[in-house]
């Protein structure tokens, strides 16, 4: 098979790694893909915008299959373009992607299915919404409405921080994306990520992770797009997951197959674990990034067989393996990010981490200038350590950082030490050097 992968991050580099690997990959393209990509295939530079030229690559390089791996494509419909033209593609249509696409919709979906998640007003009218906040104490949780690039959640910790916010995002800070804003409820709990490959009938578990979202060490700075994440999730446990998939994705699937739009592809479901049980933070409509890096490894079964056979609606008679060894990610980004920083730093030594036993180099923003290779992003690497333990899986990761030659990066230090501090606790008590198996997802 010929198969176009589209999009250009860590999380891509990860999926083109595992297409490149399948028995059924004869060609893999990538537009426009990365300096990593480029080592599973074949790069081409064409916009994901551009639907138009997007299908015009796939007729001129005989695409069997399409497997999309960022949200503004998906929300914007290249599934249906694509499908229409009569090119196979592995995603969620324009309106199961609307699951991303608007918190409004997810919060009403959540409540037409009786799916657990914070309690929430909509708003358009900065009045009506300020005066709904005295319902409220803080925190405060105000996001925009559509896609805002991660940066669309605000937690004000003040009444004046929540008004200034309603202004501000009202007031049309993102666009059309905050014409209309959502006002939640404050869950408190452990956050968790579960990943479900999606049929538009059935769903399968498709691994856990534990992203980290702040910039620095201790949960401290800005919101990012995420700085590391490990897998499998230790507050995600099989019984936990069960619920998971009973009380949320399941009946999110059954709601959207009734509404007439199946969701097919990878749903990922952003969780908080609270006294009550699993609710639901937010869903997108494909893979994380970071927690791509720490699941693919893990991945013991054939993906181009399993995205195929969720596009074909046959993930009832289908299964998937997974590898209980762990994955830690450690994302190394140019410094100043998530703010503004500058581009055209010399990143070294990615041969010298990935010679590491258990060591994965996975690129995003980097590109070739001469004969060097250089940051040209925000998020730039994620280093993945995986071993039998997440003692094991930790040091390998952190080993692959320290071998990154890079003056012009930043990394946190404290990736993964939920789950080692988790696990250290369990063997103390049980009295064994041996890590338990917490989750074979
Ligand atoms: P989102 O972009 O929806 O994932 O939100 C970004 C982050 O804000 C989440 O990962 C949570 O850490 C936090 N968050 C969002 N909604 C809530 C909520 N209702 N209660 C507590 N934290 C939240
Ligand atoms: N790591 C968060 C995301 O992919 O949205």
Not at 225 to 233: D, R, T
Not at 391 to 404: D, N, P, Q, S
Request: one cysteine or more; aromatic letters at 6%; proline letters at 5%.
């Amino acid at each position: 098979m010929n198969i176009l992968l589209i999009g250009s991050g860590a999380r891509e580099h990860a999926l083109a790694a595992k297409i490149a690997a399948s028995p059924l990959c004869d060609h893999l393209f990538i537009a426009p893909g990365n300096p990593g990509t480029a080592e599973c295939g074949t790069n081409l530079a064409c916009d994901p915008k551009d639907h138009g030229a997007i299908v015009a690559l796939c007729k001129e390089r005989a695409i069997d299959l399409a497997v999309i791996g960022p949200e503004a494509p998906l929300v914007a419909g290249i599934v249906d373009d694509l499908e229409n033209a009569g090119i196979a593609a592995f995603g969620p249509s324009r309106a199961a992607a609307q699951i991303e696409g608007s918190k409004v919709f997810t919060k009403e979906l959540c409540r037409d299915a009786g799916i657990p998640t914070a309690a929430f007003g909509r708003f358009t009218e900065a009045a009506a919404a300020k005066a709904h906040l005295a319902k409220l104490s803080p925190p405060m949780v105000i996001k925009a409405d559509g896609l805002a690039a991660g940066k669309g959640v605000v937690i004000a910790n003040t009444l004046g921080e929540a008004e200034a916010t309603i202004d501000d995002m009202l007031g049309g800070r993102f666009g059309t994306s905050s014409a209309e804003i959502v006002i939640e409820e404050f869950l408190e709990g452990e956050e968790a990520s579960l990943f479900a490959l999606c049929d538009g009938t059935s769903a399968l578990p498709f691994g856990t992770a534990q992203d980290h979202k702040r910039a620095f060490d201790g949960d401290e700075g800005p919101n990012t797009g995420g700085m590391g994440a490990f897998s499998p999730a230790v507050v995600l446990d099989d019984p936990m997951v069960e619920k998971v998939l009973d009380r949320i994705v399941k009946p999110t699937l059954a709601t959207l197959e009734k509404r007439g739009s199946p969701f097919r592809g990878f749903l990922y479901a952003g969780l908080m674990i609270t006294r009550e049980g699993p609710k639901l933070i937010e869903y997108n409509c494909r893979f994380g990034d970071p927690e791509c890096q720490v699941v693919m490894p893990r991945l013991v079964t054939d993906l181009v067989t399993a995205m195929l056979a969720a596009r074909d609606g046959m993930l009832g008679k289908f299964s998937l393996r997974f590898s209980p060894k762990k994955c830690v990610g450690v994302v190394l980004a140019t410094k100043g990010y998530p703010g503004e920083f500058a581009r055209g730093s010399v990143i070294q030594g990615i041969e010298a981490a990935s010679r590491i036993e258990g060591v994965t180099v996975f690129q995003a923003g980097t590109k070739h200038h001469g004969a060097s290779l250089v940051a040209d992003g925000g998020r730039v690497l994620t280093i993945v350590g995986q071993g039998e333990s997440f003692a094991e899986a930790h040091r390998r990761a952190y080993a692959g950082v320290a071998a990154i030659d890079w003056p012009g990066g930043f990394h946190r230090n404290d990736i993964g030490e939920r789950a080692l501090a988790r696990s250290v606790s369990m063997s103390a008590r049980s009295g064994e050097e041996q890590e338990p198996d917490l989750n074979p997802r």
